[in-house]
């Protein structure tokens, strides 16, 4: 991040609390015309630092469970990898797709509204059986996500918690769903446009995204970030507990912490999840050092794994 200078990174902060904020609130906020703080986001999205913005939706709400498969593959062409991924990519529930390093290969993320539809997308994959030589499966319920202050020069910002998963289904009709789909790919599209194609008033329109806020099922606006090119590398930790007793504690310190940006709670896998942006593998080590001499009657071991490529990443069934 260093290329970047203080005025570039408070811009970034403020896309990483609200991507949908006009651009005249946030040249107020970093003392900035309008112009030149459009002609920075402009260059940042040019460079590839910014690659999109997306909608945070809370799919629970809509009566979707979201299921982790980790794979481990064997006698692996990469004819065939590539195969394998285009198959999964093609596969609609699949909202997210990875090769990672570490115990495992390959991840993604299956929304869906029904068990059986979970079990046919196993099915599906099962067509490779002959390649995986074991897979794991766990449930998210739900996911803390938190705003990354690092992004911030100013230090002491407490992070703003946006929850995904594990809450109850609230009422909504297929306007919403349309809308959702509209936004998830660009939240910064024109709302005048989103109105057009759903030949609805742009009131209307306005008014069902405050609904969908209010409600919770849009939980946030976020920027899509390139952070290897800001400096930073993607750590995924799964850690085993000795005693919940300072849960707690452990919970709150790593939601205030600088560089973990999100809590996972899920069902069907180990204790305790964080996922962290480093600025080196020394510097994550630093991370979970501290982790553990402030929480060693808690922490007993952890194992992580870190992001190879994204094959996918939609947020939302198309």
């Not at 060693?296 to 939302?316: A, G, M, Q």
Request: proline letters at 2%.
């Amino acid at each position: 991040m260093d290329k970047l200078n203080l005025k570039d990174k408070r811009i970034l902060y403020e896309l990483e609390k609200n991507a949908r904020v006009k651009i005249s609130d946030i040249a107020k906020k970093v003392g900035l015309s309008k112009q030149l703080v459009s002609y920075k986001i402009k260059r940042l999205e040019e460079e590839r630092i910014i690659e999109g913005y997306h909608a945070i939706i809370d799919t629970s709400k809509l009566g979707y469970t979201t299921y982790r498969v980790y794979l481990k593959f064997q006698h692996l062409t990469t004819q065939k990898k590539d195969e394998i991924f285009d198959y999964l990519t093609a596969i609609n529930e699949i909202t997210i797709l990875l090769t990672i390093d570490g115990q495992w290969e390959a991840g993604f993320a299956a929304m869906v509204k029904e068990i059986y539809e979970f079990y046919d997308i196993l099915d599906k994959i099962m067509v490779y059986k002959e390649f995986i030589d074991s897979y794991h499966i766990a449930i998210y319920s739900p996911i803390y996500h938190f705003t990354r202050t690092f992004l911030s020069p100013k230090r002491g910002e407490i992070p703003k918690t946006l929850i995904l998963g594990g809450s109850e289904k609230v009422e909504f009709d297929i306007l919403d769903i349309q809308i959702i789909k509209e936004l998830v790919p660009n939240i910064r599209k024109p709302l005048t446009e989103i109105a057009s194609k759903l030949q609805k008033s742009l009131q209307f329109v306005i008014n069902r995204l405050k609904i969908l806020e209010k409600k919770g099922i849009i939980q946030g606006y976020r920027p899509i970030l390139n952070w290897h090119l800001l400096g930073y590398d993607y750590y995924k930790v799964d850690i085993t507990l000795k005693s919940y007793k300072n849960y707690k504690e452990l919970f709150e310190y790593c939601k205030n912490h600088l560089y973990i940006f999100q809590i996972d709670k899920t069902i069907g896998t180990t204790d305790f999840e964080i996922e962290i942006y480093a600025r080196s593998k020394e510097h994550f080590k630093e991370i979970m050092q501290e982790l553990q001499d402030k929480f060693n009657t808690s922490l007993k071991n952890y194992t992580y794994f870190t992001l190879v490529k994204t094959y996918k990443e939609t947020f939302f069934p198309t």
